[in-house]
């Protein structure tokens, strides 16, 4: 009896721990779940895979980029664009979107919206831009135009992206938290 009852509850666990890496690697396409947070002041440096100053020379714009959005994504908004304000070069597609995404949600929507127009004229494919420009555009009361996005989403990477998929959510009302 004790036997049997341990199988049927090891099957179930080793069904859960089969499944985890496919739960974990759903969601953000971004290196945001692979960064690790660095004290304040400091950035996680990709190349020697430890947080450094962020005035470190040796600092890409690349990592810059990708921490800031790391930070934004963590509600820190501020810092995300004090730290694209120190790119050596900050037109980027990249750049431009998480500057958008970190001044929407501070609620400078409108400014939001121009940074993701400047991110898609670099870029016109970035699904990513697209989505969170058509989050802004439902923030404004403009489903229409937060459609069109939609429809831009579908021909780049499908009904089944990640971009597609949450900013349909926030069209039907459930948007992101």
């Not at 996680?44 to 890409?60: E, F, I, N, Q, R």
């Amino acid at each position: 009896m004790r036997k049997c009852s341990t199988v049927r509850l090891a099957i179930p666990l080793l069904f859960c721990f089969l499944q985890a890496p496919y739960a974990l690697a759903m969601g953000d396409n971004n290196t945001d779940k692979t960064t690790p947070d660095c004290p304040r002041g400091q950035v996680y440096d990709s190349a020697t895979k430890k947080c450094v100053p962020d005035k470190s020379g040796s600092l890409s714009d690349t990592d810059k980029t990708h921490y800031a959005y790391h930070l934004a994504k963590k509600g820190e908004y501020q810092a995300a664009l004090n730290l694209l304000d120190s790119l050596k070069n900050s037109n980027t597609a990249e750049a431009w979107n998480y500057r958008g995404f970190a001044t929407r949600k501070l609620g400078r929507t409108d400014e939001g919206i121009g940074y993701y127009q400047r991110a898609l004229a670099l870029k016109p494919n970035y699904a990513q831009a697209r989505e969170y420009l058509g989050e802004a555009w439902m923030v404004k009361g403009r489903p229409d135009l937060a459609g069109e996005q939609l429809k831009a989403i579908a021909s780049i990477c499908g009904h089944g992206c990640e971009e597609y998929q949450d900013l349909q959510a926030a069209i039907n009302g459930h948007p992101e938290s």
